[in-house]
């Protein structure tokens, strides 16, 4: 389960109050679109690339929020595949070509 919010009161810089625990706030895209996702969704393999590519693109001390270099409708796509997994299983890491996915998370970072 996650949540997507594309209002504009999403895109501050302060931590927000309306993130359950056990889950964390992502910011997606140039639009900076804001998703809740649950915190198990860090250790599968598609994640760990997404934040690979951020930490190529950003770095550690890009800024308080951690942002995805990813276009959002790749991302939906992503979290459904994630989300489709059973559990401890992730048979849809292995099915996105590599190649395929880290070329579709690269995009033009605003400056």
């Known amino acids: ?3 997507d919010s594309d209002e504009d009161s999403c895109h501050g810089l302060e931590p927000r109050p309306d993130v359950p625990k056990g889950y964390l706030a992502v910011y997606v895209g140039m639009e900076l679109r804001r998703f809740i996702i649950p915190t198990r969704y860090l250790s599968h393999p598609i994640f760990t690339i997404l934040l690979q590519k951020a ?3 950003f770095g550690y001390g890009h800024n308080s929020r951690l942002t995805l270099p990813c276009e959002i409708e790749t991302f939906k796509y992503l979290l459904k595949c994630i989300e ?3 559990k401890d299983h992730h048979p849809h890491a292995n099915s996105v070509p590599k190649q395929v996915l880290i070329s579709s998370l690269t995009y033009a970072a605003p400056i």
């Open 84 to 86: 489709n997994d059973p």
């Open 55 to 57: 930490e190529e693109e």
């Open 1 to 3: 389960m996650c949540y």
